[in-house]
């Protein structure tokens, strides 16, 4: 990969969009969605969380609007097997190990390979992972592209490697549609097109068993208030302390999910080309006192992937990627408001 400017501070946000619509704000560190303008009835709303101070982002626990990988979602015991070699990876959720670990894409400067501004903005930009980085076999390339139209945010990573390596690479932002980012986002209405959850233990790794979302709080294949269900007594709620699940999405759909919220009129859809969705509502967000005004609930996150874990679970498609493949991940969201 050659930059075509290795010497971006990686805590100075790229700004790219249109006056009249979508701007995004975009860190080099982590490849992170620091903030993102949508037009709304009476001003532009910052619909993504972030901190006041972008190098806060450097302490951040929460991968705020970070890309993530090699490996999304969690790895049970921090290893799989691969090939009849054991891999042990740095488990930063001890035993387990969580998006792709410390050293992870979200906790490193990423460089500028292209940076278009006027008509069709667009900011390309790229990693280099070492053999052994948390454990992974194998050098590691990744690519972020960010392309904006007055209406829409697109997304595309993409991943190459040198050595069969498990890989599922996503977005973390957490969205807030109202633009009160010390609001929780009970108010929000979201549908996900899925038909089945993936069920967790009670270390919050997928068993490889599906369950059926009818009849559940988990069933938002029509519009549902979050608060209405984030309240209920049902047994998988209480397991992860509240939704961070991984929704299984129909193969054939006209969208991943719609969060929408009435008083701001915006509504946002989500789709991309993976098989599930992780939906995160936020509960263990706290920011440091003074470095930002969100807390827990006061953004969700809708994270495309692949499955959760795969390396190890053979109930689900293998997540590994072979030297000579791309991996990729494209990503759309689509705005809309009412007047």
């Known amino acids: 990969m050659i930059a075509t400017d290795p010497g971006q501070p990686p805590f100075l946000p790229i700004e790219l969009g249109f006056d009249d619509g979508l701007r995004a704000q975009v860190l080099p560190y982590g490849a992170r969605l620091a903030a993102l303008w949508v037009p709304a009835r009476d001003r532009p709303v910052n619909v993504v969380l972030g901190y006041d101070d972008p190098r806060r982002h450097a302490q951040d626990r929460g991968f705020l609007g970070a890309a993530i990988g090699r490996v999304s979602g969690r790895i049970a015991q921090a290893c799989f097997e691969l090939e009849g070699r054991t891999w042990r990876l740095e488990p930063n959720e001890p035993p387990h190990h969580l998006h792709g670990g410390p050293l992870g894409l979200h906790a490193r400067a990423w460089q500028v390979l292209h940076l278009e501004q006027g008509p069709q903005p667009r ?26 139209e007055p209406d829409e945010l697109r997304i595309e990573l993409q991943a190459r490697v040198e050595r069969p390596c498990p890989v599922s690479l996503t977005m973390h932002p957490y969205f807030n549609l109202g633009g009160a980012h010390d609001s929780p986002v009970h108010d929000h209405l979201l549908s996900v097109s899925a038909d089945e959850i993936l069920e967790l233990d009670a270390a919050l790794i997928p068993s490889g068993v599906r369950l059926p979302v009818a009849g559940t709080p988990f069933d938002f294949r ?92 053979p109930r689900f498609p293998s997540s590994v990627l072979r030297p000579g493949e791309t991996w990729r991940n494209s990503i759309r969201y ?5 007047a």
């Open 334 to 338: 689509l705005f809309s408001q009412r």
């Open 222 to 313: 029509d519009e549902a208030a979050l608060g209405e269900r984030l309240g209920q007594p049902h047994p998988q709620l209480l397991l992860g302390r509240g939704l961070d699940h991984c929704f299984v999405l129909q193969p054939l759909r006209e969208r991943d999910a719609r969060l929408r919220h009435e008083r701001s009129g915006l509504a946002m859809t989500v789709s991309s080309n993976q098989p599930t969705l992780q939906v995160y509502a936020g509960h263990y967000l706290d920011a440091p006192p003074g470095t930002a005004t969100w807390r827990a609930h006061c953004g969700l996150c809708l994270e495309p992937q692949a499955f959760p874990n795969a390396v190890n679970e």
């Open 123 to 148: 900011l390309v930009l790229g990693l280099e992972l070492s053999d052994g980085t948390d454990g992974y076999p194998g050098r590691f390339e990744a690519t972020a592209s960010f392309a904006l």
